[in-house]
């Protein structure tokens, strides 16, 4: 059971590790804004996602 759950859980943490990882890239600071909503609405789909399929 505990391999199910972290195997449910790990996109979602994938994706709020990657949007925080790029806002540190200085680079990558005039896109921040963007990436913040792209990694909004992937999280908020992942919930969707795993709520329904649950």
Known sequence: MTVFALGRSIP???AGSFAGFLSKIKRFENYQKLIEKIGGVVMIGLGIY???SV
């Open 12 to 14: 979602l943490l994938l």
């Open 50 to 52: 795993l709520t329904i």
